[in-house]
């Protein structure tokens, strides 16, 4: 028996895809949605033959096109007969220090990170509207905590945008609907392999996308994750000097 419908934007790789490997393992049926179709494609014929009692839907998404999450949304919502929970998830983390002349690189990342998150966050509220609840998440970062410096400086500056839409969508108390934002730490994920090899308090990724899957099934409002070390680390970061934070993080 299905526990659910889960929209996971971002679902072709990195933490999208272990989401949908172990939201399926814990019974939901998925709709996943990102740009490279042909790696939803295998994913979900993997997710059919792990779990041939569940449901698995895929749509390309391309969240930077202004009107592609509506259509989206409501074309998975329809073949689904609605969606319980949807994962904004798509992300991007491209950038350099301001004024180093790769603005491109920037915006590419403030235009996916936050206007597509807007937008994402717009369509899934639409439904939850008109079917009267939903749990709507949204994928922060522990960079959000506090500006960070050179090639994070946008991305960072993205993500505490989506941790704001996410508190000021509490703030409204829109019947029904709960509302999730989870701060996930270092995971290691295709996104940061550049890095992965020297950054402190990195996971891997089904390690990581554990404590997230965790958060989202309690429904938390807010979530660090892991919870060690990145709950007192999160704590540290919102309290200390900057000069502090950047050598911690």
């Known amino acids: 028996m299905s526990r659910g419908t889960c929209l996971i934007t971002g679902a072709s790789s990195g933490l999208g895809e272990e989401m949908a490997r172990q939201f399926a393992a814990l019974g939901w049926d998925l709709a996943l949605c990102a740009r490279r179709v042909?790696?939803?494609?295998?994913?979900?014929?993997?997710?059919?033959?792990?779990?041939?009692d569940r449901r698995i839907e895929i749509a390309a998404l391309d969240v930077t096109d202004p009107e592609a999450p509506f259509t989206v949304v409501r074309q998975l919502a329809d073949t689904l007969g609605g969606l319980d929970r949807v994962i904004v998830n798509a992300g991007l983390g491209k950038g350099a220090a301001l004024g180093t002349g790769r603005h491109d690189a920037n915006r590419q990342t403030a235009m996916t990170n936050f206007v597509g998150a807007l937008a994402q966050t717009e369509a899934a509220l639409e439904h939850f509207r008109e079917r009267g609840g939903g749990h709507l998440v949204l994928i922060s970062s522990v960079s959000a905590l506090r500006g960070m410096r050179r090639a994070m400086t946008t991305y960072a500056a993205s993500k505490a945008g989506v941790a704001a839409l996410a508190e000021g969508i509490r703030s409204e108390r829109v019947p029904g609907v709960d509302v999730s934002v989870i701060y996930p730490g270092y995971i290691r994920s295709e996104m940061n392999a550049h890095v992965a090899h020297r950054t402190k308090f990195m996971v891997d990724t089904p390690t990581?996308?554990?404590?997230?899957?965790?958060?989202?099934?309690?429904?938390?409002?807010?979530?660090?994750?892991?919870?060690?070390p990145w709950a007192p680390i999160g704590t540290a970061m919102k309290l200390l000097p900057l000069s502090v934070v950047r050598r911690m993080v």
């Open 38 to 52: 042909e790696r939803l494609e295998r994913l979900r014929d993997e997710l059919r033959a792990r779990h041939p």
């Open 208 to 228: 990581g996308v554990r404590a997230m899957v965790r958060a989202i099934e309690r429904r938390r409002t807010n979530a660090r994750v892991p919870a060690w």
